[in-house]
């Protein structure tokens, strides 16, 4: 298990389909690895279909187990015995028979098993998964997240112990996605028990994400418990944002720029602000109620821009000084730049370009691209709030990028703010994967 073969968590924090573009452009430069392919791995033998199922990894690859990193990669597996089906819980095992972990078996997967517990003496069983979960909420409550917000991460996968399984509440909606075939095996306990455990109206399923296919999983999309009422919403900082569950981009919304767009609220005043990536328009709000002169919003997503302009009206925000755009970024700042347009406030929130280190030379390049332009575009002493959630992006890596667009714009930049997603999305030490979003606050010298 090395670093080039690490890949971002269970789910992708941001789905890619917003983002054709950028995808076009990966083709065009003739690499077509802008999307992951499923490679059947086909890579472990056979053990002996007769004897207990597990797992028995090859001489030496038990080291990151060892570390307690919960990913089992097909090219470690020397042999997998019985006839386990996808999602069963087996024992793994190093070459000399000792136990390392319970993992979920995903014969489709890369990732061929998934670590639910390093005990050998844990049952995985309904009680294993409310003590997770019960662990996973209090860890949240005993954060004690902003009181003028009811929206939170609960469950953040490899994070939380749980693989697979994300949870993210919207007021008294929860929102499920299980990435991997052992959460996928256990959905109706996980549902039973997040029901009990938070007493939602609905527990509704969003496992549509371009990342199901990678496990072999179908993509679903329902009700799971309750009813999901006509409209959901989310308060954040005490301000209202509509979430569109079933048909929104991940599960409706980005809850883990929390943090960063509050503080975005406070460095807006009296600036004329350009949001680009504006979704449902998070960081717009918050910077027209921070005092923002002006706010320009583009995205491509003509359904997001529709609820971000609703937004500002559920929130009594000053429409005037907001402009919304459908726009693919990389040519609408190019035509800003021609224009002669400047701003005082740049904020990039980019979906993911690289899902994995493989692809970061091409997400590098797309990165280089938007910062560069921004750096252009900004006043002297003008800010630039700049974003990756790549996880194939590493931070030192996302700083040299930012650096050279600086560099190639001719201006000089301090950082001033080193950013990352909030609390509620927690990264396990031994799972450094899981701290895919970073961002950096820089202003240019005056
Ligand atoms: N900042 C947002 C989250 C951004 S998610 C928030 O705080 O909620 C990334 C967004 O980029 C999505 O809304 C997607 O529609 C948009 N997007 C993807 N590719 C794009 C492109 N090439 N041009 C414009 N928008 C794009």
């Not at 992951?36 to 990894?57: D, E, R, V, Y």
């Not at 030496?60 to 996808?86: N, Q, T, Y």
């Not at 860890?139 to 399984?165: T, V």
Request: aromatic share 8%; with cysteine.
């Amino acid at each position: 298990m090395t670093r080039q073969k690490t890949r971002s968590p269970s789910t992708p924090h941001r789905p890619s389909q917003g983002n054709r573009d950028f995808r076009n452009r990966i083709r065009r430069d003739g690499n077509p690895a802008g999307e992951q392919k499923n490679t059947p791995h086909g890579a472990s033998p056979a053990g002996n279909a007769a004897a207990q199922p597990g797992i028995t990894l090859k001489a030496g690859r038990e080291k990151s187990l060892l570390r307690r990193h919960p990913w089992v990669f097909s090219g470690a597996i020397e042999r997998v015995d019985g006839a386990p089906a996808s999602g069963d819980t087996l024992p793994v095992r190093d070459a000399s028979g000792s136990f390392l972990a319970w993992a979920a078996y995903n014969p489709a997967s890369q990732i061929t098993a998934r670590v639910w517990s390093w005990r050998e003496d844990e049952a995985i069983d309904t009680d294993f998964f409310s003590h997770r979960i019960a662990d996973a909420l209090a860890m949240r409550r005993e954060l004690k997240l902003a009181d003028d917000s009811n929206g939170a991460r609960l469950i953040y996968a490899e994070s939380d112990g749980l693989p697979g399984l994300i949870v993210d509440r919207y007021g008294d909606v929860l929102v499920m996605h299980l990435g991997s075939a052992g959460a996928e095996r256990w959905r109706d306990t996980l549902a039973d028990i997040l029901h009990e455990l938070c007493n939602p109206v609905c527990i509704y399923e969003r496992s549509d994400s371009d990342s199901r296919a990678l496990e072999g999983l179908e993509p679903r999309n329902g009700v799971l418990r309750g009813a999901l009422p006509d409209s959901v919403e989310v308060i954040e900082h005490g301000l209202r944002f509509n979430v569109d569950v079933a048909a929104g981009q991940k599960t409706g919304f980005y809850l883990d720029q929390r943090d960063n767009r509050a503080l975005t609220e406070t460095l807006a005043a009296g600036r004329d602000v350009l949001n680009c990536f504006c979704y449902t328009g998070g960081f717009s709000l918050y910077a027209l109620r921070g005092g923002a002169k002006s706010v320009l919003s583009i995205d491509a997503s003509g359904d997001a821009l529709r609820i971000a302009a609703e937004n500002l009206t559920a929130n009594g925000l000053d429409a005037t000084r907001a402009e919304w755009q459908e726009a693919d970024v990389f040519q609408a700042l190019r035509k800003l730049r021609d224009q002669g347009r400047t701003f005082d406030f740049i904020i990039l929130d980019p979906p993911k370009f690289a899902p994995t280190a493989a692809f970061a030379e091409k997400a590098a390049r797309g990165y280089k691209d938007i910062n560069l332009l921004g750096f252009k575009l900004l006043r002297p002493g003008g800010l630039l709030a700049t974003y990756s959630c790549s996880g194939g992006i590493g931070e030192d890596l996302f700083q040299k990028i930012v650096a050279g667009a600086a560099l190639d714009a001719g201006v000089d930049a301090q950082i001033v703010h080193y950013l990352h997603a909030s609390a509620d999305h927690p990264v396990l030490l031994s799972f450094p994967e899981g701290a895919y979003l970073k961002g950096l606050v820089l202003r240019v010298s005056g």
